[in-house]
């Protein structure tokens, strides 16, 4: 399962990725987009409005639930 992730050093919190996003899988945080893996479906719309090249994909390990 692949995964979106900002790149903090480079995204200038536009909002574009956040507003292009069709599951809502990016949301606001401390004024940076913050990508919720398990709502991110792997469509890049995020990727490809960014004007600064601050998205990316990597490889994300599915969620078990914690035991205990």
Known sequence: MMAAFILEKLCHGCQRCL????NEAIKMVA??????????????ECMEVCMHGAIAFRTHPPISPSSG
């Open 19 to 22: 507003r292009a996003c069709p």
């Open 31 to 44: 004024h940076l987009p913050v990508v919720y893996p398990e709502q991110c479906n792997e469509c890049e």
